[in-house]
């Protein structure tokens, strides 16, 4: 059994697919991949995804690893993977060019007759003042509130998940997303630390009948073993041929990634969303998580520094406010106890996420 945590935009879908096209292995995609004992999704609990993945296991005779990539983050599902000593391991990528390809693909869902652009969204922060606008743009302006909201969440997602795995797994269960996609040899590395923890549960794993083992109900009775029975051996070399065919693939997933460099990325950004991931930062460790990255090979812009050396969650807050004018508006009504069914919706929604991130 093995398992990869990733919160989104690390290519999990084409490692899924090259993952299960070795002989060795089957491979999920999400928390609900796996069909259940009623031909239903699984649910979306770590301990009981856990034990499908042992049933089938137990089902093939063991002549299969079984395993998925995204939809548990690391916290909850590592502990599971572990009481049975399988593989785990964190897909890892630049925070920043991570965030920009979630809030991309997180504008494609976006339910209107006419979605802004996310270029459209910057260009809007970018120019606009709050005094001169009229009202067309008003309008536009307050449907920015999804890609405002939503790039909140990703970047404290995103970074508060990355502290965790710096924080709690081996240099060895960090799969970096910008060579596992592009090196050849360092897939086989990772590859081959998947198949020693399948290895390590295979060992583990006690051969009674698979009622007592894996507690299954009465239903599951047509798999029961002798208590003399013993597993295949699942065939899991990475060999040449296979990383031929896995690098021959022609995309790293479904849709096109950005070509341009972190850094690049970051100054393209609007100054509001800058603060923002600045503010996710502060939030996680502040100059300890800008360490953290740093010390894995991602380099995060000196703005990011400057921000951080020497500022609080007031001073964060504060320019939090001189950023957004119409949160600004949002945190005097606030103060003047005026009805929140007043409030601009942009301007509520900032509020509420900047206190609870910042503890104000």
Not at 55 to 76: P, T
Not at 225 to 253: K, T
Not at 313 to 340: C, I, K, N
Request: net charge neutral.
């Amino acid at each position: 059994m093995f398992y990869i945590s990733t919160v989104g935009s690390t290519a999990s879908l084409w490692l899924a697919r090259v993952l299960s096209l070795h002989p060795g292995l089957a491979c999920f995609h999400g928390a609900r991949s796996i069909s259940a004992a009623h031909h239903e999704p699984s649910r979306h609990e770590p301990h009981c995804f856990a034990q499908e993945l042992s049933r089938l296991y137990l089902l093939a005779d063991g002549c299969k690893y079984f395993g998925a990539v995204h939809g548990f983050v690391s916290s909850s599902i590592k502990p599971e993977i572990d009481a049975v000593h399988g593989g785990f391991a964190a897909m890892c990528r630049h925070p920043i060019t991570r965030v920009n390809s979630l809030l991309h693909r997180e504008a494609q869902h976006v339910q209107s007759s006419d979605p802004l652009t996310v270029a459209e969204v910057f260009r809007i922060f970018r120019f606009y003042s709050i005094d001169k606008i009229d009202a067309a743009e008003a309008d536009r302006l307050r449907d920015c509130d999804f890609y405002v909201a939503t790039f909140f969440s990703l970047c404290h997602a995103t970074i508060s998940e990355d502290m965790w795995n710096f924080n709690n797994l081996h240099e060895r269960q960090l799969f970096r997303y910008e060579k596992l996609t592009s090196d050849p040899q360092y897939f086989r590395l990772c590859f081959e630390h998947l198949v020693a923890g399948c290895h390590a549960y295979r060992t583990h794993v006690a051969w009674r009948p698979a009622g007592s083992r894996l507690k299954q109900s009465a239903e599951d009775s047509d798999i029961q073993r002798n208590l003399d029975w013993q597993p295949a051996v699942a065939p899991a070399e990475c060999s040449d041929e296979y990383l031929a065919v896995v690098f021959n693939q022609g995309v790293v997933n479904e849709k096109a990634s950005d070509p341009r460099s972190a850094a690049e990325i970051f100054a393209n950004w609007p100054d509001q969303f800058k603060l923002i991931f600045a503010m996710a930062l502060q939030s996680c460790g502040g100059p300890a998580a800008l360490r953290r990255y740093a010390d894995f090979g991602y380099q995060l812009p000196e703005y990011c520094e400057t921000i951080l050396h020497g500022g609080s969650a007031e001073t964060l807050f504060q320019r939090l406010l001189a950023g957004f004018p119409m949160l600004q508006r949002a945190v005097a009504q606030l103060e003047q106890r005026s009805l929140e069914s007043r409030l601009p919706h942009l301007g509520l929604g900032l509020w509420t996420r900047a206190r609870k991130w910042l503890g104000r």
